[in-house]
């Protein structure tokens, strides 16, 4: 049973470039959440999808989109990046309200 | 406002001794869940264990319980007998609200190192 799956694992880009990352979540599960995790610190939600649709976000700017395809994997765009963006990007799939299982993560280095 | 705070950047223990990461929240919500979570170094959040604001019993998994004293809003990890794999960062996290009103994000902690010595 395949776990949740992110990709890529690492991505370099450059000041006001755009970037997609993807996540197929658990089997079974019908929801993804996204977060942030900069060096040191704990993850930030950014949002969450359900049934193709932004169901909560968090406090994060309008450059950071996302979106849900019928067979629940997502993608996390972000747009004019920042140096501020460099951060590993975890994403979260679950079940209704039970826990939440995390992929390896995508690091993305801005530069 | 909610917040989670680990006072612990780094703990060392012995191989097969007990540890404690301590972990305090805020929240004005009678109705929340709890979680820690296991990241190792190559970045996947683990989930270890979760305990709901109206359990009873402080909740266990394996080497793992939680010691849940809701009147001085803590939730400690305790991890018995540790092993050398058990080398990694933890979190402590909150979910607000439960069941039909919980909230769907998680609010983290900034995490404790933790090392095991052999």
């Known amino acids: 049973d395949a776990g949740v799956t992110q990709s890529p694992t690492h991505l370099i880009k450059t000041r006001g470039q755009q970037v997609t990352l993807r996540c197929s979540p658990k089997?079974?599960?019908?929801?993804v959440s996204w977060y942030q995790q900069a060096l040191g610190q704990g993850p930030q939600f950014i949002f969450q999808?359900?049934?193709?649709?932004?169901?909560q976000r968090g406090n994060f700017p309008d450059r950071f989109s996302g979106h849900q395809f019928p067979n629940y994997s997502s993608e996390l765009n972000v747009n004019a990046l920042l140096l501020g963006d460099s951060a590993l990007y975890l994403c979260?799939?679950?079940?209704?309200?039970?826990?939440?299982?995390f992929g390896q993560g995508t690091r993305l280095t801005v530069v | 406002a909610q917040k989670i705070t680990q006072t612990q950047p780094g703990m060392f223990v012995q191989e097969k001794e007990a540890v404690t990461l301590d972990c305090t929240y805020d929240?004005?919500?009678?109705?929340?869940?709890l979680f820690w979570y296991k990241q190792p170094s190559s970045g996947e959040m683990i989930f270890l264990i979760y305990?709901?604001?109206?359990?009873?019993q402080n909740a266990t998994e394996g080497r793992y319980s939680l010691n849940f004293q809701k009147a001085r809003k803590s939730a400690n990890l305790v991890i018995s007998a540790s092993q050398l794999g058990d080398s990694a960062m933890y979190f402590c996290?909150?979910?607000?609200?439960?069941?039909?009103?919980?909230?769907?994000?998680?609010?983290f902690g900034s995490g404790t190192r933790l090392l095991v010595r052999p």
């Open positions: 979260a799939s679950s079940f209704y309200r039970t826990e939440a299982f």
């Open positions: 089997s079974g599960h019908d929801t």
């Open positions: 999808y359900y049934e193709e649709e932004e169901r």
């Open positions: 929240t004005s919500d009678q109705s929340y869940g």
């Open positions: 996290a909150m979910r607000e609200g439960e069941g039909m009103d919980s909230s769907y994000k998680l609010i």
């Open positions: 305990q709901g604001s109206y359990d009873e």
